[in-house]
């Protein structure tokens, strides 16, 4: 994934683009950066490797070099950003959030003439910030350029550009993800997440449309292209990635996840499908909230059986290698022998995407001693891998665990019937609860409904993408 975070102002803001970026750490934990703009010294620009070391520790020693009234800072797992662009439109700084699909097409067809050229990454990709700032650069204004950009991107891109005057902010054109303006009295800032800038002072006055632009000063909001009226929302921010004190087109992420536990628990009550255990708990962190509404419409006793060590890892590594990415998290599991010495559990997660970890988390529960553990998906069966986002790692879609189980029981006759194995109510959907209960080691699993999540978020269904679950666009 990724994020961003802006502030332009009438005094000097580097803390607040500072700790605004930082508070967008757990969207990514690859590379960090800022760029700054003052009158005098023009623009800086400073960028860090953040895989082993958080964003706030790399940049601490920065901040004193830093000096202006703007900037913009960027959280990316993937492309290191923002980025300097000189072009005749101008010197900009721009960072950028979504997915490029066909990133290759567009460098071959657009720029594989005579006289253009990209640095290329390490792998040998190209820098999707550095493309869609060549993209913006082939019209003859930034306004143009942005809509062509996103035009022509198959996938999503919401992007934020510093200029010597202001902060553009463009959401992707059917709004996957929030871009939102906060205001202070010396200034106004831009956020992915909306807690970032409360945190800071900042209090809300706008959020953006899908597709619009704005241009931001330091005394507000103007607006420079007026949103479209199609807008599809990534249902994960509310499930899983966003933050829980955030809140998007008016919801927040906990009191939604808080409330799709209950959801999911009801629609157990009224199935009869609801198991007789001794606690509920979440698996850490995100998946928490989700148990507590759970167990607050179960009546059933909410417990931590296990928790997150903190200290040393405090923030989300994630190592490019499974097996690493496997010992990391078992690492991170203390459990509490008490809550599970002989106890029925039932545990809520905010999704089951792979399993392998989940797998992991199972066999260490019945290794300390679980009588019984019961597994509870806060999302619909994932069935598609994310086209439009870079929130999983998964690069086919072979690699979901559902996916791998349909293939095992009846080969890719049984990719033909996706639709069936994801409704429980089928008989191929019942098959694939029960292998995966048995691969896994649980002892019952079961699936939030794709209409109680949408009933849990509070939009228009027609407002929120759902293509990893239903393949729809």
């Known amino acids: 994934m990724g994020g961003f975070f802006g502030a332009i102002s009438h005094?000097?803001?580097i803390y607040d683009v500072f700790f605004g970026t930082d508070y967008h750490s757990h969207l990514g934990t690859r590379r960090g950066g800022m760029a700054i703009y003052d009158k005098e010294l023009g623009f800086q620009r400073q960028i860090h490797n953040i895989e082993n070391t958080p964003f706030r520790t790399k940049f601490e020693s920065d901040l004193a070099k830093f000096k202006g009234n703007a900037g913009i800072g960027a959280i990316s797992d993937s492309d290191p950003q923002p980025l300097l662009i000189r072009s005749h439109l101008g010197l900009f700084a721009i960072a950028t959030v979504g997915r490029i699909n066909n990133a290759d097409e567009l460098v071959e067809k657009t720029f594989s003439g005579p006289g253009h050229q990209f640095m290329?990454?390490?792998?040998?990709?190209?820098n999707s910030t550095e493309l869609t700032a060549a993209?913006?650069?082939r019209c003859n204004n930034l306004v143009d350029g942005i809509h062509y950009a996103q035009e022509v991107i198959d996938g999503s891109c919401s992007i934020l550009l510093l200029t010597p005057n202001s902060i553009i902010a463009a959401r992707d054109k059917v709004g996957r993800l929030p871009i939102l303006v906060g205001k202070n009295a010396d200034g106004c800032c831009v956020s992915f997440e909306s807690f970032a800038y409360?945190?800071?002072?900042y209090e809300n006055i706008y959020e953006l449309g899908p597709g619009e632009i704005v241009e931001v000063t330091a005394d507000g909001v103007k607006q420079l292209s007026a949103p479209g009226d199609k807008m599809k929302i990534c249902a994960f921010l509310w499930t899983y990635y966003g933050y829980p004190n955030s809140n998007y087109e008016g919801r927040n992420v906990e009191v939604m996840r808080v409330r799709n536990g209950e959801i999911m628990a009801r629609q157990e009550e009224e199935q009869g499908t609801l198991p007789d255990v001794d606690y509920v708990a979440g698996v850490p962190d995100s998946g928490i909230p989700h148990?507590?509404?759970?167990?607050?419409?179960?009546?059933k006793t909410f417990a931590r059986p296990f928790v997150k060590y903190t200290p040393t890892w405090s923030r989300s590594f994630i190592p490019s290698n499974q097996e690493i990415r496997n010992l990391v998290a078992e690492m991170k599991q203390i459990p509490v022998p008490e809550l599970i010495q002989d106890k029925k559990l039932l545990f809520v997660d905010d999704s089951i995407v792979r399993g392998t970890q989940l797998r992991e988390t199972v066999e260490f529960l019945y290794n300390?001693?679980?009588?019984?553990?019961?597994?509870?998906?806060?999302?619909?069966?994932?069935?598609y891998g994310c086209k439009y986002l870079n929130f999983s790692r998964s690069n086919s879609e072979m690699e979901l665990l559902t996916r791998r189980v349909i293939q095992n029981l009846e080969g890719n006759v049984g990719q033909q019937h996706v639709d069936e194995y994801a409704d429980p109510k089928t008989e191929r959907g019942q098959c694939m609860l029960k292998a995966?209960?048995?691969e896994m080691g649980f002892d019952s699993l079961g699936y939030q409904s794709l209409d109680g999540l949408l009933e849990a978020?509070?939009?228009?269904?027609d407002k929120v993408c759902t293509y990893c679950w239903t393949g729809e666009e």
């Open 457 to 461: 978020i509070g939009l228009d269904r």
């Open 368 to 383: 300390s001693g679980a009588k019984e553990v019961h597994m509870r998906s806060a999302c619909p069966p994932i069935m």
């Open 120 to 126: 290329a990454m390490s792998s040998g990709q190209v």
């Open 291 to 299: 148990a507590i509404g759970y167990a607050n419409q179960t009546h």
């Open 135 to 137: 993209l913006i650069n």
């Open 11 to 13: 005094k000097n803001c």
């Open 198 to 201: 409360h945190k800071l002072g």
């Open 436 to 438: 995966i209960c048995q």
